[in-house]
């Protein structure tokens, strides 16, 4: 079905460069937590003779965990001038430098005593991530045909489940787990960077970047050659040159007028609630939950490393699935079954931890929700929520589109990483009742609102949201529905 092999040879250089390192560098943070703790306390005594306080302690690793999606923030907002000034490909290739400054601050900290270098390159690793979330997909989904879309674009959220996957592969304590080999740990994000840095030149910038933001019609027939290994290219040429006349005498819009401008308000919604839900949903917190469960669970202390990468192996299992099946499915099947399964789980996954102490079986039942939460979460909300912003936004929109995304993206890892703890500390067993809430109002907005995109041109896509935006108008109360939702999510 793919008769080309740049293509994937595309997809491959762009993503082990690209989410891998999202995935990768989330993973890689706890294996040396203990450790790093140490090392900080040690550090400030031999600088000040005086040992640091737990809490001190805590706080300071919690900078440096945080420093993570604030760098990613910045990404996810430089972003958007990047893609549209230097092209998608070559923002990518320079977003490496990012994580070569990064590793470099992390690799040294140890032999320089300073805890705060590692703070830094937190911070570079997060802008390295929240520039290739946003960038990636836009890259992929712009090279690929129409009807392998949004196989391609997805192929982001497999290479930062990979990521996650490798990442605890490599803190295990055989690998660079130990105490004496955690700044390699950290550095060791530098190898894919690389590897992108040596692959992704020889291959074609997006096509579509080439003929509607630069006009270079002949760069653009090169690419689409190289990228279909085929010379009959007409059909697809004309709908771009469709596209590019639609858009004729516009330039790149910014985020602000993507708010201001009517014609785009149901994309907007669409994506600001789904963006909005991917990291409120509790996903994450179930990977800081699983230690705990396993061992409830009776599994043996140094064990846990092993049954945790199940859970990342889980969610790299079910989003190589959705990549095989999104095309034929479509994105809205997948999205709601996701976001209702979730929800059935995280009600079972509360009642397992309510009763834990009291039946003898429930730890396992709990270990169960992990898992199938975790499945639920990758056969849908963690590919298809990427792919959308592409498909709903002309290219004029898009790039604008990717940093609203991407700045809520990492505004609610943030937020959720920051609250989930007070979370489970007032409502204990039932922390899960936010997430939960998230997952109802999410599933009925996409039943009620969500078109489908599947096999769909750009153009088409956006002939069907004008109609939504423009019917609107004239039925002003039909305009409350997702916008109560949007605030719960929010």
Aim: aromatic share 12%; proline share 5%; glycine share 8%.
């Amino acid at each position: 079905q793919l008769q080309n092999k740049i293509l994937i040879l595309t997809i491959c250089a762009a993503g082990i460069g690209g989410t891998f390192q999202y995935g990768y560098n989330i993973s890689i943070i706890n294996a040396p937590a203990s450790y790093i703790q140490t090392f900080m306390n040690t550090t400030w005594l031999e600088r000040t003779g005086v040992p640091l306080e737990s809490n001190v302690i805590l706080l300071l690793w919690s900078f440096t965990v945080s420093a993570y999606p604030l760098g990613g923030l910045t990404g996810a907002v430089v972003a958007g001038p990047m893609a549209i000034m230097l092209g998608r490909k070559m923002s990518l290739l320079l977003n490496n430098v990012f994580v070569i400054i990064a590793a470099a601050l992390s690799g040294f900290s140890r032999m320089a005593k300073s805890f705060e270098m590692i703070m830094l390159s937190r911070f570079f690793t997060g802008m390295n991530a929240g520039v290739s979330m946003n960038i990636q997909p836009m890259y992929l989904a712009e090279s690929a045909p129409k009807k392998l879309r949004g196989a391609v674009a997805l192929t982001s959220a497999s290479f930062t489940a990979l990521g996650l996957v490798l990442g605890q592969v490599v803190g295990l304590r055989e690998l660079l787990g130990r105490e004496e080999s955690w700044p390699f740990l950290l550095a060791s994000n530098v190898v894919p960077a690389l590897i992108q840095l040596t692959a992704l030149p020889w291959f074609p910038e997006s096509p579509r970047y080439l003929l509607i933001d630069r006009g270079d019609k002949e760069s653009c027939i090169s690419a689409l050659q190289k990228l279909r290994g085929t010379t009959d290219l007409s059909a697809e040429l004309e709908e771009m040159l469709a596209e590019q006349a639609a858009v004729k005498g516009q330039r790149a819009k910014n985020p602000w007028e993507l708010f201001q401008n009517p014609s785009l308000r149901w994309q907007l919604v669409s994506i600001v609630v789904l963006s909005s839900a991917m990291q409120l949903c509790g996903n994450d917190s179930m990977y800081s939950y699983a230690a705990y469960v396993f061992q409830e669970a009776g599994i043996p202390r140094d064990k846990i490393p092993y049954v945790v990468i199940g859970t990342g192996s889980c969610e790299l299992i079910t989003s190589v699935t959705c990549n095989m099946i999104i095309d034929y499915a479509g994105r809205r099947p997948l999205l709601l079954g996701g976001y209702i399964f979730m929800a059935g789980w995280a009600i079972v996954f509360m009642v397992a931890l309510s009763q834990q102490t009291q039946i003898s079986w429930m730890p396992y039942l709990s270990m169960a929700c992990i898992f199938a939460y975790i499945l639920s979460f990758g056969i849908g909300p963690a590919g298809v929520t990427g792919v959308l912003p592409t498909e709903v936004f002309d290219q004029m929109s898009r790039p604008a589109a990717y940093m609203i995304c991407g700045s809520l993206l990492w505004f609610n890892l943030f937020l959720v990483g920051t609250a989930f703890p007070f979370i489970v500390k007032s409502l204990a067993h039932f922390c899960y009742i936010p997430f939960l809430v998230v997952c109802v109002c999410t599933a009925l907005y996409v039943g009620f609102f969500l078109p489908e995109t599947k096999g769909k041109s750009f153009l088409e896509i956006s002939e069907e949201f004008k109609k939504r935006n423009f019917k609107t108008k004239t039925r002003a109360g039909f305009y409350k529905g997702p916008e109560e939702i949007k605030t719960t999510t929010l």
